[in-house]
């Protein structure tokens, strides 16, 4: 079946460091892959998406690449802030499924000053 | 523009009683999801309504749980005779249908079980 699975956290970091959250997908064809960031107490926002091999998705200094090869979508960000400590979930979603969202189990980002 | 409205944002419910969940999905979308968080763990999809319509609820368990979108109003997700497990946060997502947009979320209901 499909599946998403996400570096464990929590990941701790000072201000200004770069930050990469793995993910990596088991998926028949060719899914579209997300990341989406939770604050405390809130909903999912969507962060970043891409719907094709090798395409790009970038956000608020957020990158990350379909890479089929690897089956991979890493989360990279070159200077996180305080102000990123959230939870990070990837996700993927197939068209052909009614784009039900299949989650990572998140990564716990802390970012400190 | 709104965006995806669900009430309450919590609910108390004890064991036994019914948890009735609403979710308003953002204007011009007719593709509603609910998604389940359970304490330290990723979300699970749970069914996915279109307009008076059940399109997939293969994530649902099969008894005390049940979904409906009508064509006027809200979704409701509504769980019978509520036990401990069921204590979690609720997600519903909402989309326009189309080809690769992606869902937008609600700020949840967290459902705490006495």
């Known amino acids: 079946g499909n599946s998403v699975t996400q570096m464990e956290g929590p990941v701790t970091l000072s201000e200004e460091a770069f930050l990469t959250i793995n993910c990596t997908y088991t998926?028949?064809?060719?899914?579209?892959l997300f990341w989406y960031v939770q604050y405390p107490g809130e909903g999912l926002q969507l962060l970043l998406k891409?719907?094709?091999?090798?395409d790009k998705g970038s956000n608020k200094g957020f990158e990350a690449t379909y890479r089929k090869e690897t089956t991979s979508f890493h989360l990279e960000k070159g200077s996180v802030q305080v102000s990123d400590s959230a939870v990070y979930f990837c996700?993927?979603?197939?068209?052909?499924?009614?784009?039900?969202?299949?989650f990572g189990a998140g990564t716990i980002l802390r970012v400190k000053s | 523009n709104a965006g995806v409205m669900q009430n309450p944002r919590h609910l108390v419910r004890r064991r036994g009683q019914e948890a009735r969940l609403r979710c308003s999905p953002m204007?011009?979308?007719?593709?509603v999801y609910w998604y389940r968080q359970l304490p330290e763990e990723g979300l699970k999809f749970m069914v996915y309504?279109?307009?008076?319509?059940?399109?997939?609820e293969s994530g649902m368990p099969k008894e005390r749980f049940s979904a409906e979108f009508p064509k006027e109003g809200p979704s409701i997700l509504r769980i019978q005779q509520v036990v401990r497990g069921d204590s979690a946060a609720y997600f519903c997502?909402?989309?326009?249908?189309?080809?690769?947009?992606?869902?937008?979320f609600g700020d949840g209901t967290r459902l705490s079980i006495l």
């Open positions: 204007k011009g979308h007719s593709h």
């Open positions: 998926a028949t064809g060719y899914p579209s």
């Open positions: 997502a909402s989309s326009p249908g189309s080809y690769n947009q992606p869902q937008h």
């Open positions: 309504l279109q307009k008076e319509n059940i399109i997939d």
């Open positions: 891409a719907t094709k091999a090798d």
């Open positions: 996700a993927l979603s197939y068209m052909e499924y009614g784009n039900k969202l299949v």
